[in-house]
């Protein structure tokens, strides 16, 4: 302090007295390295303060490398440059009602105790590599210009509660070692986080309008709620270690998470999405929860997660979804234009993200769990795993598009044992509501005999043979109208089970439908045709040896009288009646007539044998049946290959 060769701190009484006289509001001070007590502080702000009732006027103020033991800035105006770079902050304080006018420097400045500034206005505020060890609160914050807050460490928490970002901010390498409170801000620049820690972030009732930047962040835990952004987030490359929700928040520009890795969960439930997204690619260890959100705009989805939930979701964009190790549950979803949901390959990245986070994949590809309530006429399916899809109460759902290599569940290949006969179930494609619906109570333990039992029981919906005729009958017409013959062959065999075993038809056709079944597998089991058509032979063959065939062949005689004076003579040919056999039945040469004969009735021909009375009703029995059961063969082969 001049002419002093000593500090403000430690002159004496008159000299420092001396020193406040000489101050008047808007002077210019500089205190740098110099220890204020609160009383020493508070006789520098009145000093300079035009009335009890008035704030505090510096010009400019130089506090670099001070030490504030205890301290309050209350209505405090700094007119010009103010410097707090390195100041040490020894205990808990304030700035309450002050106006930094002109640049704010706290380069390096270190807070060891609570620090709130409320009501404060930054003009420029530079806090690069500043300290806080106990909490601090911003509260009612105006930060007018460029804020610079890099390399900032928060050891406890931080609010800032309806603070305004007028310009760029940047926190770039910043690390808060405790929770992070932002609600109510508004930012009208860029604010960036680039490179920064979060041991928990929480951000509500927000905006920003300009791009939020968390670029190759880490963030152990985030919750954003009601927020809205107006411009961009850049989460490229972020690490969110904890769960990380954006719950209620409207994206009206980019939402960019390429390469992002979510150790846990991520909550986009009840968001909207007004712009054109391209979401990933990027890694979840869990869940990604979309309940709720809405896209406005197209959209496409690349990511590698345990499941997808996209509960009562609406798509008004044309949208896609390609996924890996993924299950998607659509139920409830609105889909206004065409989605297609897609598998893809594992990559290595998948490899790296599972080493690095301990995930542990359940499945390569991507399934779908339920489509309930779902209209399927925008939908397109392509390589996705619908083994456990429940169809019940899809609409539209003959519309839907199955694309690639679409799977289902399968009957049981064991072979079971019923009275002590060795059966096996027939192969084909099964939806899992017709697990569900064999496993009821109700079923009789026949029809559940060999099937898996259901990994969990689903409550809320009615299945029966009718629905499940419905499904099955749906899926039919959406291969047969994408010209699939062969793979609706399966879906129509399950609509025809249902019917086989719904009450509500007659008992005679439930047993035509039962005969249809049994001779030909509804048409389409031609081994099952073909061997009824060698057992009908081999009984006809048999029968015709042991009845049909006669002992001997018919001999003829034929008599005839000559008139005595000459004349035209006439004849009568007279053939014996076929006799039944009696010996020597099961010979050689009878067996080669009894297959001609047969072989002839398969293709509706006579075979000119002489047969007995009882031969005659054998052959028209067998160019009754074997012809159609020939037909019911030809007609099972036609429809695995027709194209």
Not at 408 to 419: A, D, G, H, L, M
Not at 513 to 524: E, N, R, V
Request: glycine share 6%; aromatic share 12%.
């Amino acid at each position: 302090m001049e002419p002093y060769d000593r500090c403000l701190t430690h002159l004496n009484t008159a000299e420092r007295q001396a020193y406040f006289d000489s101050l008047a509001p808007g002077a210019d001070i500089d205190h740098r390295g110099t220890r204020f007590s609160r009383g020493l502080l508070t006789a520098l702000l009145d000093a300079v303060r035009p009335n009890p009732e008035s704030s505090s006027v510096f010009k400019k103020a130089k506090f670099s490398n001070a030490t504030f033991d205890e301290w309050e800035f209350a209505r405090v105006v700094f007119e010009g440059g103010t410097d707090f770079s390195e100041a040490k902050f020894t205990s808990e304080g304030y700035f309450l009602d002050v106006d930094f006018q002109g640049q704010a420097n706290f380069h390096l400045a270190k807070f060891d105790g609570p620090a709130k500034f409320a009501n404060v206005t930054y003009s420029r505020l530079h806090m690069n590599s500043a300290t806080f060890e106990g909490n601090a609160t911003f509260d009612t914050v105006v930060f007018q210009k460029a804020l610079y807050c890099e390399a900032v460490t928060f050891r406890a928490h931080v609010d800032f509660v309806d603070c305004s970002f007028e310009m760029t901010s940047s926190w770039r390498q910043s690390r808060f070692e405790m929770e992070a409170t932002f609600q109510g801000v508004k930012a009208s620049g860029k604010t960036s986080f680039n490179n920064s820690f979060f041991q928990s972030l929480n951000i509500s009732d927000s905006s920003f309008n300009g791009i939020f930047d968390a670029e190759e962040a880490i963030i152990r835990g985030v919750t954003v709620a009601s927020v809205e952004f107006g411009k961009s987030l850049v989460c490229n490359r972020t690490k969110f270690t904890g769960m990380a929700s954006f719950e209620g928040c409207t994206f009206s520009g980019i939402a960019a998470f390429s390469q992002a890795w979510f150790y846990a969960s991520v909550n986009f439930s009840g968001s909207t999405f007004a712009a054109p997204q391209t979401l990933g690619p990027f890694w979840c260890s869990e869940e990604i929860l979309l309940h709720g959100a809405r896209f406005l705009e197209p959209v496409a989805i690349s990511a590698a997660a345990k499941r997808l939930s996209c509960f009562r979701t609406r798509w008004d964009g044309t949208s896609s979804l390609t996924l890996a190790h993924a299950e998607i549950n659509l139920a409830s979803a609105v889909i206004m234009q065409p989605l297609s949901i897609s598998s893809r390959a594992p990559s290595l990245s998948d490899q790296d993200f599972q080493r690095r986070t301990g995930t542990a994949w359940e499945q390569e590809g991507v399934s779908l769990s339920s489509l309930i309530g779902v209209d399927c006429s925008n939908l397109t399916l392509h390589d996705v795993d619908l083994s456990s899809c429940h169809f019940i109460e899809a609409i539209h759902l003959d519309q839907v598009r199955l694309e690639g290599r679409n799977t289902f569940q399968t009957p049981p290949k064991n072979r079971i044992w019923i009275y002590g006969i060795p059966f096996k179930w027939t192969q084909r494609q099964v939806i899992a509501d017709e697990q569900h619906w064999r496993f009821d109570l109700t079923q009789p333990p026949l029809r559940r005999l060999g099937w898996a039992r259901p990994s969990y029981v689903r409550t809320g919906l009615t299945v029966n043979t009718t629905s499940l005729a419905i499904v099955y009958r749906q899926l039919r017409k959406a291969r047969e109208d994408s010209k699939d013959e062969p793979g609706a062959a399966d879906f129509y065999y399950g609509e025809m089970e249902m019917r086989r075993y719904d009450r509500k038809w007659s008992e005679a056709e439930r047993w035509l439908l039962q005969i249809y079944w049994l001779l030909s597998g509804y048409g389409l089991r031609a081994s099952r045709a073909l061997t009824w058509l060698a057992l009908a032979m081999m009984a006809t063959i048999l029968l015709m040896m042991g009845f049909g065939l006669p002992q001997e062949n018919p001999k003829q005689s034929a008599y005839g009288t000559i008139p005595a004076g000459g004349g035209k003579a006439v004849f009568e040919i007279n053939e014996e009646a076929p006799r039944n056999p009696t010996s020597d039945r099961f010979t050689g040469g009878r067996f080669d007539k009894a297959l001609s004969t047969t072989l002839n009735s398969v293709v509706f021909r006579s075979s000119g044998q002489d047969l007995t009375t009882a031969g005659g009703y054998i052959d028209m029995a067998s160019r009754f049946t074997e012809p159609v059961l020939m037909g019911l063969a030809v007609l099972a082969i036609r429809g695995r290959v027709k194209r």
